[in-house]
C-alpha cells in the first residue's frame, strides 16, 4: 500500500501547475514601457515582377472567325453531302469525315484557346486547313454555287492568319 501511495504522489507532481518556486515575482523595471508599439511588417516583393497583361482582340478575333468558319465549313459539308449522295456517295462520305474531323480540331482548338492553352492555336490552324480542303473539294467537283459560297473559303484562311499572330500567342501564354 506504501507504494501505491508514493506512485500517487509521483504523478500529481508530474502533473502540478504550481511552480515550485514560491518567491515573489520579479518586478519590471520602471524607466522602461511595459509594452512597445511593434512596427507593421511591410510587403517585399518575391520573385521578377509580372508582365502586363496581354490583350485580348487577337485571341478574340480568332474565336470569332474560327466559330464563323466552322458554321460555313458544316453548311457546305451538309449541303455537299445531300445533293451529291445519289451520284457519288464514297465523295459524300469523305466530305462527311473530313467534316467532322475539321469540326472537332475547330471545338476544341476554340475551348483551348479560351483557357490559353498552348496547343490551341495549333487545332484552330488544323480545323482550318481541313476547311479549306473542303472549300477546295466544291471547286474540283465543279458544284454550280452562288456567289456568296465563293467568298467563304476567306473564314478558314482568316482564321489561319490570326491564329498565327504573336499576339495570340501572347495572350494564350499569359494565363
Given at each position: 500500500m506504501?507504494d501505491e ?5 509521483e504523478?500529481?507532481?508530474?502533473l ?5 518556486n514560491?518567491?515573489?515575482a ?6 522602461e514601457?511595459?509594452t512597445q508599439i511593434v512596427?507593421?511588417a ?7 515582377p509580372r508582365?502586363?497583361?496581354a ?5 478574340i478575333a ?7 468558319s466552322?458554321?460555313a465549313?458544316?453548311?457546305i459539308a451538309?449541303?455537299?453531302i ?6 457519288d ?6 466530305m462527311?469525315f473530313?467534316a467532322?474531323?475539321?469540326a ?13 492553352r498552348?496547343?490551341a492555336?495549333l487545332l484552330?490552324?488544323v480545323g482550318?486547313v481541313?476547311?479549306?480542303l473542303?472549300?477546295a473539294s466544291?471547286f ?6 452562288p456567289a ?10 482568316a482564321s489561319i492568319?490570326l491564329?498565327a499572330l504573336?499576339a ?8
Amino acid at each position: 500500500m506504501a507504494d501505491e501511495s508514493s506512485d500517487s504522489t509521483e504523478e500529481t507532481r508530474i502533473l502540478r501547475r504550481a511552480p515550485l518556486n514560491t518567491g515573489a515575482a520579479p518586478s519590471a523595471p520602471t524607466s522602461e514601457p511595459v509594452t512597445q508599439i511593434v512596427p507593421r511588417a511591410q510587403p517585399v516583393a518575391v520573385g521578377p515582377p509580372r508582365a502586363a497583361r496581354a490583350d485580348p482582340k487577337s485571341a478574340i478575333a480568332t474565336a470569332v472567325t474560327s466559330i464563323l468558319s466552322g458554321w460555313a465549313t458544316t453548311v457546305i459539308a451538309t449541303d455537299l453531302i445531300t445533293g451529291w449522295w445519289a451520284t457519288d456517295p464514297l465523295f459524300c462520305v469523305a466530305m462527311g469525315f473530313l467534316a467532322a474531323v475539321s469540326a472537332a480540331a475547330s471545338i476544341s482548338g476554340l475551348i483551348a484557346l479560351l483557357l490559353r492553352r498552348r496547343t490551341a492555336r495549333l487545332l484552330v490552324v488544323v480545323g482550318a486547313v481541313i476547311a479549306l480542303l473542303i472549300f477546295a473539294s466544291l471547286f474540283v467537283a465543279g458544284a454550280n454555287l452562288p456567289a456568296l459560297v465563293y467568298a467563304m473559303p476567306l473564314l478558314p484562311a482568316a482564321s489561319i492568319v490570326l491564329a498565327a499572330l504573336p499576339a495570340t500567342a501572347r495572350w494564350s501564354r499569359s494565363a
